[in-house]
């Protein structure tokens, strides 16, 4: 918290309660900022003190709380509310000018850095206090739409046109009943910001912001890299990493489990060409898969197929162990006696370690760790209508990175602030009052 010297942080006696305010409290007093205080104070010396660094940054953040989409609805507020003022630690009748939080802002941009730290000790707060954070991580990206001109050539900058931003687009398929498939493809000009999350908790863990039109894959395969090289304790708490199939990626697959050991619940596209419908196992006679990975066996005498039972991996041998149907399920099979398959056989994932994965789409735990991934989908749709992403005046890469991460660092502020308060069933809300 940016502590105001020498100032009561409650001095309204006729209050009876803090209200709203007390949204903003949990975040002032839980964010551990004190490290990028002391280091904006003494860039600032011995200067003029009108506006202090720790009440501009305060107001920053009541920003976020109080869902202003830009500074001057939030000076507005400041010249209004003169419990905020206080709350933030300005002893005026009016909250500071423009140009203030102009040169502040660029004061952050240069000190990222620390801003990044700030969210990387919540995380780890996140990983102290909430029991299983971190087991199953879930990703996606968020498509955010720049509302600023496009980038022209020839056209010198005008400060209206975002010159960083560029054209996304994100297709979406399905099956009617009638057999018939669709496609729609969306398109947006602006960014993408890449989030892995808790997938229990929908808490962030860690992102990244690029144009629209940077892959998820890539970003999946950095972020992963990223923090198997600087917080490689985080993936050794993962299990599952569930994504859709915009991120059905080989090589993403086989660096989750051969690096980390962690199981890749990802949808997977149906890549075989000709209609091939299944393939052999090498050195099989009677054990196919389809392009799904489900395996089946095949009846010497009835020609058959069945699915067989899924009985687990085996990291070390990096097998999957399936057990005869007939035995397992209690099938009457005509060809028992002249089957390969006497009781169970093992597969190698190596064999085709995109199809072939750790956890088997067919079975019962995938179905339901895949619906997990929709913990991305609702904290992308808090970060809109709570956090203001829907409607902004953000131009330019610099100031979208440095605007997500005070979001996301608010969201994990409120999180801890509510749960070291004994209020873990209001962790998610940015609206609600304890």
Known sequence: MAIISQQRLFGWEEI????????????????????????????????RDDYPVRAVWNSILAGIVFQHPSVATLRRELNRNGQLRAMCGFKGDTGPPQWVYTRFLKKLFNNKDLIDEIFDTLVEQCYQLLPGFGRNLAMDGKAIDSHARRKKEGLPPDGRRDLDADTGAKSYRGQREDGTVWEKIKYWFGYKLHLIVDADYELPVAFTVTPASY????????????????????????ENFIADRGYDDGKLIEKLWGDYDIRAVIDIRNLWKD??????????????????????????QELKMREMAYAGAEKKRNTLKYRCPAQHYGIQCKGKQTCPVKGSIRVSIAEDPRVIAPLPRSSYRWENLYKKRT?????????????????????????????????LCVMLAMAVGRVKEKRPDLMRSLVKSA
């Open 16 to 47: 009876e309660g803090l209200g709203d305010l007390d949204r903003l409290r949990l975040v002032l007093e839980y964010i551990p900022d004190e490290k990028l205080m002391l280091k904006l104070e003494f860039e600032r010396g011995r200067g």
């Open 215 to 238: 892959s998820e894959v890539k970003q999946a395969h950095a972020l992963i890299d990223e923090l198997g090289a600087t917080k490689p304790e985080m993936l050794k708490v993962c």
């Open 275 to 300: 209609g091939e419908e299944t393939r052999l196992f090498e050195g099989r006679e009677n054990i196919v898969y389809d392009y799904r990975g489900t395996v089946y066996c095949c009846c010497p």
């Open 375 to 407: 913990s991305v989908e609702r904290l992308n749709s808090r970060l809109d209508v709570s956090f203001g992403f829907e409607r902004h005046f953000i131009r330019g890469l610099k100031k979208m990175e440095l605007r997500c991460s005070l979001a």
